[in-house]
């Protein structure tokens, strides 16, 4: 099957493009639906599960948490670091 962002409000349709959302930032877009309150979030919750019907969520893996945590390693050792859902984020992208 597949899903084009079309049928995501106010979004334009990049033909050849793939969209994908990673799950930990679906599970975070979830965490901001539940903590609003109405009518902010009767909005929010249409606009994610429209968002989530339209795109391919990328599981968060076994291979996934490797990458999470040898890009968190990778870091530390250079006296770097960044938030753990940005570095989950990231860790889908391989």
Not at 26 to 54: N, Q
Not at 60 to 72: D, F, K, V
């Amino acid at each position: 099957m597949t899903r084009t962002p079309e049928v995501i409000p106010g979004q334009k349709r990049l033909l050849n493009d793939l969209f994908e959302v990673a799950a930990i930032t679906v599970a975070e877009l979830w965490h901001g639906v539940e903590r609003a309150v109405e009518p902010h979030k009767s909005k929010r919750r249409k606009y994610l599960e429209t968002i989530v019907a339209a795109l391919p969520v990328i599981p968060y893996t076994e291979q996934t948490a490797y990458e999470h945590e040898r890009i968190r390693a990778d870091l530390q050792s250079v006296g770097k670091m960044i938030a753990g859902k940005e570095r989950a984020g990231s860790s889908t992208n391989r």
